[in-house]
């Protein structure tokens, strides 16, 4: 790799908090706010919005859209669609 044009890549603690779970990994963001992590360390803290904890498909209460069902409730509502 050549020298100065890569960022650094260095421990991270990636947090979410909706699910109040954090994990540490490596990476390359960056971030001003810190946090003191298991180890006694500290590293620098990332707030994500959803993780694999907190995410419906992940967690299994997703909910499958039922397509076919509505196209059908459409065409019975409003009819079929004359051809031209």
Known sequence: MREGIHPEYR???FRDR???Y???TRST???ER???WEDGQTYP???VEISNVSHPFCTGTARVLDTAGRVER???RYG???GA
């Open 74 to 76: 459409f065409e019975r």
């Open 80 to 82: 079929k669609r004359g």
């Open 11 to 13: 421990p991270v603690v």
């Open 45 to 47: 803290v990332v707030d």
């Open 22 to 24: 954090a994990f540490l």
């Open 34 to 36: 810190t946090i003191e």
């Open 29 to 31: 963001m960056t971030s």
């Open 18 to 20: 909706a699910a109040d």
